[in-house]
T-cell receptor, first 114, second 116 residues
């Protein structure tokens, strides 16, 4: 158990809908990273937050957004969902934001768009 | 941006044999190289990492080597056991000066099967 929690575990929704994925980092970790894992694209970095502020953006679509709250949990919002958004979504947390540090992954949320 | 290539994509070994997975990266500024193990239905689990100022690191049956000149790093698993069967990912971290961000770029993964 990495100490990172994600809810829900599974999510099934229809095209055009909006969903919110939630992540709680390990106790004391200030950074949260979101990743998307699909069979064809592998594990891709989406976005990072550090202590409530956005730090870096990767391959995140404009339909997707995220935020980190004062209690350090984070939410990833996916809107206008398309079939191609079906994937596993992971969050990871790390203690650091300014030096390379270990990232610990949660169990993921499996999103299915029908 | 960074690009990480990982080989092989699948690897089958007999129990007790060694397994080697290799990765190359493109950006010479990358300075942190973790390896993750992902079992079916679970999130990636950090198993070992190495930083650019070190050439080799060992942890029991697992070792990682880094060749910065050639821009490649490898994972070595000795005395493999059935529970080592999983997908293994390498990654490289490129820091963004001034931003304090260390996003990981992952290889495509290697499915390791250890045959009893």
């Amino acid at each position: 158990d990495s100490g990172v929690t994600q809810t829900p575990k599974h999510l099934i929704t229809a095209t055009g809908q909006r969903v919110t994925l939630r992540c709680s980092p390990r106790s004391g970790d200030l950074s949260v990273y979101w990743y998307q894992q699909s069979l064809d694209q592998g594990l891709q970095f989406l976005i990072q937050y550090y202590n409530g502020e956005e730090r870096a953006k990767g391959n995140i679509l404009e339909r997707f957004s995220a935020q980190q709250f004062p209690d350090l949990h984070s939410e990833l919002n996916l809107s206008s969902l398309e079939l191609g958004d079906s994937a596993l979504y992971f969050c990871a947390s790390s203690a650091t934001g300014g030096t390379p540090g270990e990232q610990y992954f949660g169990p993921g949320t499996r999103l299915t768009v029908t | 941006g960074e690009n990480v290539e990982q080989h092989p994509s699948t690897l089958s070994v007999q129990e007790g044999d060694s397994a080697v997975i290799k990765c190359t990266y493109s950006d010479s500024a990358s300075n942190y190289f973790p390896w993750y193990k992902q079992e079916l239905g679970k999130g990636p689990q950090l198993i070992i990492d190495i930083r650019s100022n070190v050439g080799e690191k060992k942890d029991q049956r697992i070792a990682v080597t880094l060749n910065k000149t050639a821009k490649h790093f490898s994972l070595h698993i000795t005395e493999t056991q059935p529970e080592d069967s999983a997908v293994y990912f390498c990654a490289a971290s490129l820091s963004y000066s001034g931003a304090g961000s260390y996003q990981l770029t992952f290889g495509k993964g290697t499915k390791l099967s250890v045959i009893p």
